[in-house]
């Protein structure tokens, strides 16, 4: 994590007994990839240590309105299975709270209360909207300021919000509105951004991202074609050293999978000259196998069971009926 908004606030209350929640919206116009684990392992460790609550908003709604889906189903079926995967990163079904908002409506109930207290100018100023753009894009921050605030409305008053900084302008309107209906401010943690395996903005259009769920040739593929910081040749590497700092296989290993000390030492070889890219490329390699067989391995035990005890909806929803409908188990 890279920066934060009264993380200390949340972590002595926390410390303290005080019934505690973490928020961790999911987009489903795209599935999960190494640039989430950051969050996720946050996520993870505060529910296995502390027994938190973890509550993933899917914020199916957005996606169409932002057109980043073509259809308000595809946004139920890719939410449907983002959950299964979600729930297969390890997540305790007890403590694990999925909210995909075209099947829990209630959410709107919220949105509707705290929508009162943001206008048209701040939206503007926030997040650049303009006249032209739809009215649902603009009504989306009180739906996400909504999901922040929803575990307030249970009594857990201490409230943690994992973030990429790109997702920071909902928690400054989520926060700017908690008071105004006695909630108290969510705090914030910032995730580091990960370059992607070009070494430029990890994004789904480039397809330069290692997907969680992906065969083991493809993940293989992607890792030893992956931007390095290795010399042009051999003789050269040993000579010089590589260049950790902008080697991707490295940066991912450092952030995600090595404690500090063992970073630091394997920077160490790869300046020296002695552990070469390929070697580096390697290492990741089996680190990343190694996750995602577990997760795949859950992905198969993930049933309607599962699903149907992570997942709220509305009474009058189906849930068993939709993950039939749109094949979430095939």
């Given at each position: ?31 999960f990839h ?6 996720f ?34 946004g ?45 100018s ?13 009215i ?21 008053r ?6 990429g ?8 309107v ?18 580091r ?33 992956a ?54 490329k ?13 997760i ?21 929803v ?10 979430i188990?095939?």
């Amino acid at each position: 994590m890279s920066s934060h908004r009264d993380f200390d606030i949340f972590y002595s209350r926390l410390l303290k007994g005080q019934r505690s929640a973490i928020v961790s919206g999911l987009n489903p116009s795209g599935f999960f990839h190494l640039g989430h684990v950051g969050v996720f392992d946050t996520n993870l460790f505060f529910q296995k240590k502390y027994g938190i609550e973890v509550y993933a908003p899917i914020s199916d709604d957005e996606s169409y309105v932002a057109d980043k889906i073509k259809s308000q189903e595809e946004g139920i079926r890719n939410g449907l299975k983002l959950a299964r995967e979600y729930l297969a990163y390890g997540f305790d079904l007890n403590k694990t709270h999925i909210i995909i908002d075209q099947i829990y409506t209630n959410i709107y109930n919220l949105a509707i209360k705290v929508s009162k207290s943001i206008t048209l100018s701040t939206n503007m100023a926030v997040y650049g909207y303009t006249h032209s753009d739809n009215i649902g894009l603009n009504f989306y921050p009180a739906v996400q300021s909504a999901h922040v605030l929803f575990p307030e409305t249970l009594g857990m008053r201490n409230v943690l919000v994992p973030i990429g900084p790109d997702e920071d302008a909902h928690l400054r309107v989520a926060r700017d509105v908690a008071e105004k209906y006695g909630f108290e401010k969510p705090a914030v943690l910032h995730s580091r951004f990960l370059p992607g395996l070009d070494g430029k903005k990890m994004s789904k259009s480039k397809g330069n991202a290692i997907y969680l769920l992906e065969d083991e040739e493809t993940i293989k593929k992607k890792i030893y074609s992956a931007f390095s910081g290795g010399r042009v040749s051999i003789e050269e590497h040993r000579a010089l050293g590589g260049i950790p700092e902008i080697d991707v296989s490295f940066i991912y290993l450092k952030y995600l999978f090595l404690e500090p000390e063992e970073a630091e030492a394997l920077s160490a070889e790869y300046k020296s000259g002695r552990l070469l890219s390929g070697a580096m490329k390697k290492i990741l390699y089996d680190k990343v196998i190694e996750k995602v067989s577990k997760i795949k391995e859950n992905y198969e035990k993930i049933g309607k069971k599962e699903l149907s005890k992570a997942i709220m909806r509305n009474d009058c929803v189906d849930l068993e009926e939709l993950i039939d409908k749109y094949g979430i188990l095939e």
